[in-house]
């Protein structure tokens, strides 16, 4: 019983930790590159080029969400294929 209890709470777990909003904004050192090369340049060169980072930045983000759900799934799907029916076999002798 002790097993599945621990099971279910891991993926409860894992399912706040993903859900959970992240707040706050950190730049990423492509948007800041993009901020700094364009300091000095107009308006619209410098719009284009934080978009194309921030654009980037993006596609990144959900690639690395991607591969961390994937990832969380392998897992989930190893500790329950594994621990589900620890301790619970009976050997037919």
Known sequence: ????????????????WFAWPRFGHIPSPR???ALESTMSSPKSVQD???????????????REAFLILVALAGANVAL??????YGTRKTTA
Request: hydrophobic share 60%; proline share 2%.
């Open 48 to 62: 284009a080029a934080i978009a194309e980072a921030e654009q980037l930045d993006s596609a990144d983000a959900s």
């Open 31 to 33: 948007l800041r590159h």
């Open 1 to 16: 019983m002790l097993p599945r209890l621990l099971i279910i709470a891991a993926i409860l777990s894992q399912l706040v």
């Open 80 to 85: 329950i294929y594994f621990f589900w029916n």
